[in-house]
């Protein structure tokens, strides 16, 4: 018997590998559904749209990134090597979500999660430049090939802070 959580990464599966056959906006819901091996009823029991699978897939990266930034206890350059190289190995779900055109449920969930150690996380107004030029900076990146380090786009980030004292 398969579980609903087995399906629901079934269907994260096969709208991923159908994206890299085709635009995000061409892949049909059937075609989901075929790919994963599983009938509409059984997406439509979980998901009303296949968006309904990123901004779940995104909730799921944002507890994981928090979970292993929280065991790494890194200081706050290493955190952005962390965030970094976390994006790079979560790519092609990033892209997705990217390309569904929910980067304000992006920047909403970092703005959710910024870390509460530091010292903008009481000020709304610097949370959310902070998230939004991440945010920006790393959309950059992944449309570029990530041919940067995670180390390299540290640096800069970590510099750019610096310089404006944030």
């Excluded at 509460?116 to 950059?140: C, M, P, Q, W």
Aim: glycine share 4%.
């Amino acid at each position: 018997m398969r579980t609903k959580q087995f399906s629901k990464v079934c269907f994260y599966n096969a709208l991923e590998e159908l994206c890299r056959e085709c635009p995000y906006e061409e892949v049909q819901i059937s075609q989901i559904c075929q790919k994963a091996g599983f009938n509409r009823s059984t997406f439509y029991r979980s998901y009303r749209t296949k968006e309904d699978i990123l901004k779940e897939k995104m909730r799921e990266l944002i507890v994981q990134y928090n979970g292993l930034r929280k065991t790494k206890n890194a200081d706050d350059f290493q955190s952005i090597v962390l965030l970094f190289s976390f994006y790079r190995e979560n790519s092609m779900a990033i892209n997705l979500i990217h390309q569904a055109r929910l980067d304000d449920m992006l920047r909403k969930l970092g703005m959710q999660n910024f870390p509460a150690e530091s010292e903008h996380s009481a000020n709304d107004y610097e949370k959310i430049f902070i998230t939004s030029g991440f945010l920006a900076v790393i959309l950059r990146w992944l449309s570029t090939g990530m041919k940067e380090s995670a180390e390299y786009m540290a640096e800069h980030i970590d510099k750019v802070f610096r310089q404006y004292g944030l």
